[in-house]
């Protein structure tokens, strides 16, 4: 029993106490410290480290309080709580509830009220109640109340109740709390009671909380690698040297290399030199790569120059790893010095890494000082990359100051590769026709004329009428007709008579192409107005090109109409001109259909241009095919050049099954022209092999010259061998005893 003026007078204490309690194990910390409650062998549900504010909380148990002072029984109490227990499911609302119901209880009745509520704290949402009270138990005795938490129910529950008293008995009296550590037997209890000191020591005595915890044995949890790392941390600022040695006199394990981490990170701001030292103490490599890590990206944040020079002092791996942090560390406060530094150094895996990375972001953040640079830069290989970066950077932001930057650099292939990609840029983020102005002032060069086809294609999008008008102003060039060409396509979709028309205006190349495409556009929707288009043209090239790109175009699309089309052709120039499309445009689809067609043609000029262009593709997809195929022709010039192109094809992918293909052949003319693109596809590469080709050609000037460019190239691989076949070769002396002094051989 207790009085009512008890209560009220230790209201203001309960009510701080409840709050602070409740709260502080609530969010997993002691009160008033950001430190976790470890170890963890069981968690409560996320939701009870979430809650209103401290201060409002307060006030609703005051409020609710204030109902509450005239019971005078612990069972009422627990009654109450029990109420309180059940008068929500919003947790902020139960502990409210629950810390007024608790206000008045005396410290000497707590442990009778978590009798007569052990029931409550043993169901689901209990940990409300235990988190409540049981720190008020550990005010005035936590080994009893450490007893009690050890008998709830189930782990998860012990867990909470062991946390919420240890960390009060922390804050309370730790000494006490280290003397009851040593009796305590092996267990959950122990872990608890050990985790919760070691955490309060971590950062007055870390040494001490060392001790505490190696006593009890160190392992590589999650939860010990975390307490590891706050005790050396703090460790290695106060006494680096016996950390250090502490943390190497560990196990392997995570535990050991957090440690020595942990302690070289922070040594290295107080001593970078000491912190060099000791990485030379680390003998497990993997241990010490991410202590370098750790130490160099300390030194390079209070001592980048100490770090800088350290760095060159290693070699290999460590040199690479430690270069590459130091650069970028160093890089976003020192630009300037970074670089100059990295200019300075002999070339590395890393350094070229950090030029061109760092060089970008320098070039996004300040793309004047990064130009700059650029040009201190030596000329060759560095520089071109380093201006490129820079420009597409800085081109972004500023295109034009960019451009103008580049022109007045030396010209080279460099400064226009990397106008391209400024302007290319632009057209990628939408700005085609500001490119296209741009991109009138740069200088003559075949590199921007996939620009012109970027440019159309986006602008065509954007302003149709502009984009048309732009290309045809556009001065006589491959760039402009692959402009015109992409502008054609798209207006082709919604106006082809007038997109017709249109092209009808030009001449020369730029007709060719543009006709090209609108037959091909045009028939994909509409086959007869297609052909009532050829028709109205002039006889000619132009016409020609028509007819052939329209049966191409078709036969892709549907190759029964084509054929029937083209069957009902009249004209025999009209009607080869479509057959000669339908072949090239089923050669790159169905290349079985466009052999057949090839097969059925009259032997001469056409089957042999044709049949040469099938092999060639269908020789990269399926050679053996191919193969049969093109070896059912008689002997002839259609065989001989299809011959040629399947084994030059066949070669670059499978010289081994070429060859073989070639030791098949009967002695002819078609399987010479083939043994010729054999020895072409492997004079360079591997001359070995032509060398054993090229002797089989019939003797003649040709052949000669054949063998000469392969005992050429032999030479410079593998002089014996090459020497021992060129003796053996019908070459004359004195051209055998030349290629020998060419090479350098006697």
Not at 266 to 293: M, N, Q, S, Y
Not at 637 to 660: H, I, P, Q, Y
């Amino acid at each position: 029993m207790f009085s009512k003026s008890l209560s009220y007078f230790a209201m203001p204490v309960v009510l701080s106490s409840l709050v602070s309690g409740l709260f502080g194990y609530w969010l997993g910390i002691r009160a008033g410290q950001e430190r976790t409650i470890l170890p963890s062998e069981a968690s409560e549900p996320a939701e009870m480290r979430r809650a209103d504010p401290p201060k409002s909380l307060e006030r609703a148990v005051a409020q609710a309080a204030a109902a509450n002072t005239n019971s005078t029984s612990v069972e009422q109490v627990a009654a109450r709580v029990r109420a309180a227990y059940s008068s929500s499911t919003k947790t902020g609302i139960k502990a409210a509830a629950i810390a007024a119901a608790l206000v008045g209880v005396a410290p000497d009745q707590v442990p009778e009220l978590c009798e007569l509520l052990r029931g409550a704290m043993n169901s689901e949402h209990g940990y409300s109640i235990v988190y409540a009270l049981m720190p008020l138990w550990a005010d005035t005795d936590p080994t009893a109340a450490l007893s009690f938490a050890n008998s709830l129910a189930t782990t998860t529950r012990r867990h909470s109740a062991r946390s919420s008293v240890i960390n009060r008995w922390m804050q309370n009296d730790i000494e006490a709390a280290l003397a009851h550590l040593q009796t305590l037997p092996k267990g959950a209890i122990r872990s608890s009671l050990a985790a919760a000191i070691a955490d309060e020591l971590a950062e007055p005595d870390p040494q001490r909380a060392f001790v505490v915890l190696q006593r009890e044995g160190i392992t590589d949890s999650r939860e010990m690698v975390e307490k590891v790392v706050a005790i050396f941390s703090n460790w290695g600022v106060i006494d680096p040297r016996s950390a250090s040695a502490a943390a190497l006199s560990l196990p392997s394990g995570k535990s050991r290399a957090a440690a020595i981490t942990s302690v070289g990170r922070v040594w290295a701001k107080k001593d970078p030199e000491a912190a060099f030292g000791f990485l030379r103490e680390i003998h497990d490599p993997a241990v010490a790569r991410t202590t370098l890590f750790a130490v160099f990206g300390s030194m390079v944040e209070t001592n980048p120059q100490a770090a800088a020079r350290l760095a060159l002092e290693l070699k290999g791996t460590e040199r690479e790893n430690a270069v590459g942090i130091v650069a970028k560390g160093w890089a976003d406060r020192e630009p300037n010095s970074v670089f100059a530094w990295l200019r300075d150094l002999p070339g590395s895996t890393a350094r070229d890494a950090a030029m061109s990375s760092l060089g970008e972001r320098w070039a996004k953040s300040n793309p004047l000082a990064a130009a700059a640079f650029a040009e201190t830069l030596a000329i060759g290989a560095e520089r071109d990359r380093f201006v490129g970066n820079v420009a597409t950077q800085w081109g972004r932001a500023n295109p034009e100051a960019a451009l103008k930057w580049l022109r007045e650099l030396p010209a080279s292939s460099a400064t226009t590769t990397a106008s391209l990609l400024v302007l290319d840029g632009m057209v990628q983020s939408g700005q085609p026709d500001a490119a296209a102005k741009l991109l009138a002032e740069q200088p003559s060069s075949l590199i921007f004329h996939p620009l012109y086809t970027e440019i159309a294609e986006r602008w065509a999008d954007k302003d149709p009428v502009a984009a048309r008008e732009w290309a045809v102003a556009l001065p006589e060039s491959r760039g402009r007709r692959e402009a015109l060409r992409e502008i054609v396509t798209a207006s082709m979709r919604d106006a082809p008579t007038s997109t017709a028309k249109f092209v009808e205006r030009f001449s020369g190349d730029t007709a060719k192409v543009l006709i090209e495409t609108v037959a091909s556009e045009w028939v994909k929707h509409d086959p007869a107005a297609t052909m009532d288009w050829i028709n109205t043209l002039p006889s000619g090239a132009n016409k020609e090109t028509a007819i052939a790109s329209m049966a191409g175009r078709w036969s892709r699309e549907d190759l029964d109409a084509a054929i029937d089309w083209v069957k009902g052709l009249e004209n025999r120039d009209m009607r080869d001109n479509a057959i000669s499309g339908m072949i090239s445009g089923l050669a790159m689809t169905s290349v079985e259909s466009a052999a057949s067609l090839v097969s059925n043609l009259p032997p001469g000029s056409e089957q042999e241009k044709h049949a040469a262009k099938v092999v060639g593709s269908w020789a990269a997809s399926d050679p053996e095919s191919a193969a049969a195929w093109v070896t059912q022709f008689p002997e002839g010039e259609a065989r001989a050049k299809g011959m040629a192109n399947l084994v030059s094809v066949w070669t670059e992918t499978d010289m081994v099954a070429s060859s073989r293909f070639l030791e098949q052949l009967p002695d002819s003319a078609s399987r010479n022209r083939a043994i010729e693109a054999f020895v072409r596809a492997t004079e360079s590469s591997h001359p070995e092999l032509a060398a054993s080709w090229v002797s089989q050609l019939p003797p003649g000037a040709g052949t000669t010259y054949k063998i000469e460019r392969v005992a050429a190239n032999w030479l410079r691989s593998d002089p014996a061998a090459a020497k021992a076949w060129l003796s053996r070769t019908p070459l004359p002396p004195e051209r055998k005893a030349y290629l020998l002094r060419q090479a350098g051989s006697p």
